[in-house]
């Protein structure tokens, strides 16, 4: 399956996961998700994948968007 992600109208190059990730988070406005529940959407359960792992994964999607993602993207502690 093909994916394509923009912002303010320029391509932006996204792993199948980051883009899995983006598109759960989309999906799901003003929702909190738990590492746990991201790694059962996104990750499909995968018993290998630690809570770190969606920690980088979330910084790189961050990085990617740059300042797009400020108010999108948080952290609740």
Known sequence: MAHRAEVRGADIALTATEFRLLRLLMERPGRVQTRER??????????????RTVDTH????????????????????
Request: hydrophobic share 45%; charged share 30%.
């Open 38 to 51: 991201l790694i059962i959407d996104v990750w499909r359960g995968d018993g290998d994948i630690g809570v």
């Open 58 to 77: 979330v910084k790189r999607l961050r990085a990617k968007l740059g300042a797009e993602h400020e108010g999108l993207i948080g952290t609740v502690r």
